[in-house]
């Protein structure tokens, strides 16, 4: 092992960490939880809500979505893998689940109307 | 001709070789809480024949077995996905190599780190949120822990196999 070899972890772990504080930085408390399918608005629930509910994914296959004291979280899935049920709970603003096979995304959001809500609507 | 020959009989070696350590991985349960996340064993027999065959053929073997393992073990979107971190991670250690100033330790952490990046770009675009990437600096780190272990075991065939074997 060359000496040089060490840079690329040091890059990583300075990236990595860097990248943390500029999301920690940037993290609120989120208001609203948004649900995507394929990447189309699917829900907005308020995160103070109870919600417990099933997501249909892309292919046929479900998520199921727990919405309880401040965070939202996806408790099973169809998927084989179940990433997003390992997944930790989320509340803070740009926080999401993602569950790739399904195609959801759960996201935080601050509960402004942005620009997408105004081309759904 | 017979150069030719026997060109062609180590990139079918090594392309087999790739498909069976792609099978094996296949068949390890995904312990990993995130998705992405693999040992990356393939990444052995590119870099090994980076080393020993040089970056065209490597590139050909990392190509065909992308494609053929993605057909026999996987779907289209997940060879989509091994071909984004595939591409990425071999254009990063030819340039590490190249620069001279690596060992294959670091060629190989390099192509770890980057395979997990082109990874997350491609799952980025095809959930269309960017919001994803909270999972980069965890792919970051584990990329570079795969990655040393198999810069270890290149180092070690290397070693005991040597440059231009076949």
Redesign the interface.
């Given at each position: 092992?060359?000496k040089?070899?060490w840079?690329?972890?040091a890059a990583?772990?300075m990236?990595?960490?860097l990248?943390?504080a500029f999301?920690f930085i940037n993290s609120t408390d989120g208001s609203e939880v948004r649900v995507?399918v394929d990447?189309k608005e699917y829900a907005v629930y308020s995160l103070e809500s109870e919600v417990d509910t099933v997501i249909p994914g892309v292919h046929g296959m479900n998520n199921h979505l727990v919405i309880h004291d401040g965070y939202a979280d996806i408790t099973e899935a169809g998927c084989p893998?179940a990433?997003c049920v390992?997944?930790k709970a989320i509340s803070k603003k740009?926080?999401?689940i993602?569950c790739?096979p399904n195609?959801v995304?759960i996201?935080i959001t601050g509960g402004e109307k942005g620009e997408y809500d105004a081309v759904a609507n | 001709m017979q150069l030719q020959t026997n060109r062609i009989a180590r990139l079918a070696v090594f392309t087999a070789l790739a498909m069976i350590l792609s099978w094996m991985e296949s068949q390890i349960p995904a312990f990993f809480p995130f998705p992405g996340m693999k040992l990356g064993l393939t990444n052995l027999v590119v870099v090994f024949s980076l080393y020993d065959s040089g970056p065209a053929d490597a590139f050909s073997v990392n190509l065909i077995r992308i494609f053929l393992s993605g057909i026999l073990f996987g779907n289209p979107y997940s060879i989509a996905y091994s071909m984004a971190g595939g591409v990425l991670s071999f254009v990063f250690m030819i340039l590490t190599r190249r620069s001279g100033l690596f060992s294959v330790y670091g060629v190989s952490m390099a192509g770890g780190v980057f395979h997990n990046v082109g990874q997350i770009l491609v799952a980025a675009a095809v959930v269309q949120n960017y919001r994803i990437t909270f999972y980069l600096p965890v792919l970051l780190v584990t990329g570079c822990a795969t990655g040393f272990l198999i810069g270890f075991l290149s180092d070690e065939v290397l070693r005991r196999i040597g440059q231009k074997a076949f």
């Open positions: 092992m060359k040089a070899d840079l690329i972890p990583a772990v990236t990595a960490v990248w943390y999301l995507l990447g893998d990433l390992h997944q740009g926080e999401t993602v790739l195609k995304v996201e | -």
